[in-house]
């Protein structure tokens, strides 16, 4: 499966963005899918996980009641809704799938990944 990420871009503290993730291929209804994001000089973390069907979410605590993770399974897309954003948001978002059937939110559990987008958040 290809997954493209987009939608990053440049905002400021209290703005929004909303990123998109294009998949390839029949099976995305049958996978877990999350965003994790990569700041530089960090490692790449855990952001949001949504189940097969939408009906199960996981958040990091950072972006808890800031961001809003959902998929559209007819149109093969994962969406992430940023808003509230701060600085500390600052970096690339990878869209991720796996074939585990588990919403994780181990980085090595997701076996597709996208190319990232950069969201650069100014104070």
């Known amino acids: 499966v290809q997954l493209q990420a987009s939608g990053g871009g440049l905002a400021q503290a209290g703005g929004s963005l909303r990123l998109s993730c294009a998949a390839s291929?029949?099976?995305?209804?049958?996978?877990?899918m999350a965003w994790f994001r990569q700041a530089p000089g960090e490692e790449r973390e855990f952001v949001a996980g949504i189940s097969q069907r939408g009906v199960t979410t996981s958040y990091a605590d950072s972006v808890k009641g800031r961001f809003t993770i959902s998929r559209d399974n007819a149109k093969n897309t994962l969406y992430l809704q940023m808003n509230s954003l701060k600085p500390e948001d600052t970096a690339v978002y990878y869209c991720?799938?796996?074939?585990?059937?588990?919403?994780?939110?181990?980085?090595?559990?997701?076996?597709?990944w996208g190319q990232g987008t950069l969201v650069t958040v100014s104070s």
């Open positions: 291929g029949r099976a995305f209804s049958s996978r877990v």
């Open positions: 991720a799938a796996t074939d585990s059937g588990y919403l994780d939110t181990v980085r090595r559990t997701y076996n597709y």
